[in-house]
């Protein structure tokens, strides 16, 4: 899987989750983009790359079942 991202440098507030998922307990637990690629558009950056899913805990290499 891979994914890909624009971001701009806009200050907005709160704004909205950009994808709908539960908060990891820890930085380990989170998705990662791995081989990673940023291409600045203007003033946007655009950064794509795989998706590399946290692991489960008792050794489970990702979450892709």
Same mark, same amino acid.
């Given at each position: 899987d891979a994914g890909c991202f624009?971001? /701009?440098?806009? %200050? %907005?507030g709160r704004g909205r989750p950009l %994808?709908? *998922?539960?908060? @990891?307990?820890?930085?380990?637990?989170?998705?990662? *983009?791995?081989?990673?690629?940023?291409t600045q558009l203007g003033s946007d950056l655009r950064i794509r790359g795989e998706i590399g899913? @946290? /692991?489960r805990e008792g050794g489970s290499e990702c979450l892709q079942d």
């Open positions: 624009y971001v /701009a440098p806009k %200050i %907005i %994808i709908d *998922l539960p908060s @990891p307990e820890t930085m380990d637990h989170g998705w990662r *983009l791995e081989d990673a690629e940023y899913y @946290p /692991a």
